[in-house]
């Protein structure tokens, strides 16, 4: 196994472990309360977060027998075998902490190597989608970073991280349609690079680049510029650092609908 793709095989182990710590305290929570809604919207927000990283470990195929079993784990079944309504929340996120517990044991292979390897081709993010192919590498490790931020509790650095790369990739796409274009739609006078953060995303909105999943973005997200290292400090929660990664996710469908 070449060092590259034992690097990223580690990269999911360590994001595999967090979703399965986090899955295994939801869990633990709705068994005692099934009702908990800050409990649900956390779960929601968790199997997103799994049905993405499935996704990146089955190469995008849904005929894959890990994104099959990420579906099946939906479906409770009786005895005769057809699906029935009404299953118990944790048992819901119990199947799919199972789900990601096959994922780690396919990563951790030593016999004939990894289950998940070359066929699925595992990496961070791919971004085969982003227009400049300088830029491409430099989004991928960002997305990289911005998840190890997340599982380490870092929630400014991550929606910082999220918001940076939703502001490139969308940059990229606005800059790749090109001002005259843009402008027939009403876009403002002068360079993209001038505009803020915010009039690309409506910019982009407007002309169709993507739909309407930055209403989403939390009010610290649309100002990420203005804090950090050396700006005002402010608060960034799980919810806001999550919700910007979410934002980002749609965003990205919406840039490569293919995928």
Request: glycine letters at 8%; aromatic letters at 4%; one cysteine or more.
């Amino acid at each position: 196994m070449n060092e590259n793709l034992q690097t990223q095989i580690e990269t999911y182990l360590s994001h595999l472990d967090g979703l399965i710590r986090r899955g295994r305290q939801l869990r633990d929570v709705l068994a005692s309360d099934p009702s908990n809604g800050s409990a649900i919207a956390a779960t929601r927000a968790w199997q997103e977060d799994c049905g993405v990283t499935i996704n990146q470990l089955s190469g995008g195929s849904k005929a894959h027998w890990l994104a099959r079993s990420f579906s099946e784990a939906f479906l409770m079944r009786s005895a005769t075998g057809h699906a029935v309504e009404g299953a118990a929340p944790e048992g819901i996120v119990q199947r799919l902490l199972d789900v990601l517990e096959l994922a780690v044991a396919a990563l951790s292979r030593k016999d004939d190597g990894p289950i998940i390897s070359a066929s699925s081709e595992v990496s961070p993010r791919r971004f085969e989608f982003v227009h400049n192919t300088e830029l491409r590498p430099i989004v991928e490790q960002a997305y990289t970073d911005s998840r190890h931020a997340l599982e380490q509790g870092d929630y400014d650095l991550a929606m910082r991280t999220s918001c940076g790369i939703l502001e490139a990739i969308v940059t990229d796409a606005l800059e790749h349609k090109g001002l005259g274009a843009l402008a027939a739609s009403g876009a403002p006078a002068g360079k993209i690079a001038d505009w803020s953060f915010e009039t690309r995303l409506a910019v982009a909105e407007r002309t169709g680049l993507i739909r309407s999943g930055c209403a989403r973005l939390p009010a610290v997200a649309r100002t990420y510029r203005d804090h950090g290292n050396s700006g005002p400090k402010v608060t960034v929660s799980e919810r806001d650092a999550r919700r910007a990664g979410q934002v980002l996710h749609v965003v990205m469908r919406d840039l490569n609908p293919g995928r």
